[in-house]
């Protein structure tokens, strides 16, 4: 038995298929042939006929690179199979083998070869700066994209790899003419991408395979979608939404955050900026202000206080913490709301130490670790992620940790996440041609670091967008077997 027929021979093993020895009776693979998927091109369909009812399984590997190997098995008895392939590498070339086993336990060879179609849009031209492979956390990328141009917007979702190749996308077809580049996407860990916001966009469930599975309802009040979605733990989506607020002849855009059970499209937590108005936190705009607070993400957080709500003010400069069992507004965390703010030497802090126009706060109580644009602070024009602990009782804050670069200033989006490792993705999603006043010089960069002491830390990985026109809001680390049956980047397939 040769080395790659005894591979497959595991493969089918391993889905339930015994084995099976040298066909005698003329039991055969009669057909074998790659389909394309119109919708998504970075996947195929290989249809396999067989002379009796058996298994198959094949063996996809990457012509240019050895090690990309895609392992795929049916293992119902049948004389008809389509076994899928997904995550493959646009432009690129494989080589399959294949071996079916049948009933009466004899197997059959055959070889295909297949070519995968350019993508079906303006490529992204992208490259990898920086990558340390053996310090980087995850194998895939998924950011939302945006090609801004004054008579031409792209939108996407794009599932990059580490060497910066588009290994997934959906194209998100805007609604309005009124859609923003500012809208959310997030892999589910089950083959499906949920992604929402962008000023139309109700959250929406798409498949691996590119089909909607699930579409949520129009929002509760008068508004949109915007910013912000993702599924709870609970298999909930929370959402957030703007609002029209009317006064005396007077409108000016508020938020709502909306928690929508999926199964019914009902809304089963619902909070409206009206409550934080009417409370005292945030105040009646002056006359002409259309977005005075600017609400861009929420946080679902057990924190030392109790159960709460997080809601990122931007042009506040704050965070809006939310009593989620009373759906009472309880405090402002952010520069003048009473808290007292320690650098990283337990030295008292000056204002501009403090977040401002932030985004993505994300919470590990008692730390807050966001992007801090430095957007709406007059005194600094620089941006970093930054690690915060919070003593609520107290009001005390401390700057644990803090990662800059020189001439880094996005004064809109961008995005933190901290990955399994420690590690910290950071998002500099350059936003150029809406509106930010950004120089030609600007590009959008992905990048992993390995945080160190308080300030700075190693850089591990670097994706960087090489036209200015391409920008990303928000992107997310997707580990190497979650999402593509691809030995490459999942040791767990090395068979």
Same mark, same amino acid.
């Given at each position: 038995m040769t080395t790659t027929t005894a591979r497959l021979a595991l493969v089918l093993m391993l889905t339930g298929c015994e084995p099976g020895t040298d066909a005698t009776d003329g039991f055969a693979?009669?057909? $074998?042939?790659? $389909?394309?998927?119109?919708?998504?091109?970075?996947?195929? %369909?290989?249809?396999?006929?067989?002379? =009796? @009812?058996?298994?198959?399984? @094949? %063996?996809?590997?990457?012509? &240019? &690179?050895? %090690?990309?190997?895609?392992?795929?098995?049916? =293992? &119902?008895? =049948? @004389?008809?199979?389509? +076994?899928?392939? %997904?995550?493959?590498?646009?432009?690129?070339r494989y080589s399959c083998s294949l071996e079916a086993i049948s009933d009466d336990g004899e197997s059959a060879t055959a070889s295909l070869d297949f070519e995968v179609d350019p993508l079906p849009f303006e490529t992204p031209q992208m490259e990898i700066v920086e990558m340390d492979e053996d310090r980087v956390w995850g194998a895939y990328t998924l950011a939302t994209h945006r090609r801004n141009g004054k008579s031409s917007q792209e939108y996407k979702i794009l599932v990059m790899d580490l060497e910066g190749r588009v290994r997934w996308y959906y194209l998100v077809h805007p609604l309005s003419e009124s859609t923003k580049s500012f809208f959310d996407a997030s892999y589910l860990d089950d083959g499906r991408v949920l992604f929402g916001g962008g000023n139309t966009m109700p959250p929406t469930i798409v498949n691996i395979g590119a089909e909607i599975e699930w579409q949520g309802p129009d929002p509760a009040s008068d508004g949109a979608y915007d910013h912000h979605v993702e599924m709870l733990d609970n298999g909930q989506v929370r959402a957030l939404a703007s609002v029209h607020h009317r006064r005396a002849g007077q409108t000016w855009k508020g938020f709502? $955050? +909306?928690?929508?059970?999926?199964?019914?499209?009902? #809304? $089963?937590?619902? #909070?409206?900026?009206? @409550?934080? +108005? &009417?409370?005292?936190f945030i105040e009646q705009p002056e006359e002409g202000t259309s977005d005075p607070w600017h609400a861009n993400a929420v946080a679902w957080v057990d924190d030392s206080l109790g159960a709460s709500l997080w809601i990122s003010l931007r042009d506040e400069n704050a965070l809006l913490r939310v009593d989620r069992d009373t759906g009472e507004p309880t405090m402002l965390l952010g520069l003048r709301q009473g808290y007292n703010l320690y650098d990283a030497d337990g030295q008292g802090a000056i204002s501009t130490d403090w977040f401002a126009g932030q985004h993505a706060p994300e919470f590990e109580a008692p730390r807050l670790l966001m992007y801090d644009n430095g957007y709406g602070n007059g005194q600094r024009s620089w941006s970093r992620a930054l690690d915060l602990e919070i003593d609520h009782e107290n009001k005390d804050a401390w700057v644990r940790w803090e990662y800059l670069e020189d001439d880094w200033h996005e004064r809109q989006g961008g995005d933190v996440d901290r990955l399994p490792n420690g590690n910290v993705l950071i998002t500099m999603g350059n936003s150029y041609g809406s509106d930010t006043g950004h120089t030609v010089d600007d590009v959008t960069s992905i990048v992993e670091v390995v945080p160190e002491g308080t300030l700075g830390g190693d850089v591990v990985w670097r994706l960087q967008f090489t036209d200015v026109a391409y920008g990303v809001y928000r992107s997310q680390r997707i580990d190497g077997c979650d999402m593509f049956a691809n030995a490459r980047y999942c040791a767990d397939l090395t068979f």
């Open positions: 693979i009669t057909s $074998v042939k790659a $389909v394309d998927n119109q919708q998504l091109v970075l996947e195929k %369909r290989l249809e396999v006929e067989l002379s =009796a @009812a058996g298994c198959v399984s @094949a %063996r996809c590997v990457l012509d &240019d &690179d050895e %090690r990309e190997i895609h392992p795929l098995a049916s =293992a &119902d008895s =049948a @004389a008809l199979h389509e +076994l899928i392939i %997904r995550g493959v590498c646009p432009e690129c709502e $955050v +909306l928690e929508i059970d999926p199964a019914d499209n009902s #809304f $089963v937590w619902q #909070f409206h900026s009206q @409550a934080a +108005l &009417d409370a005292g």
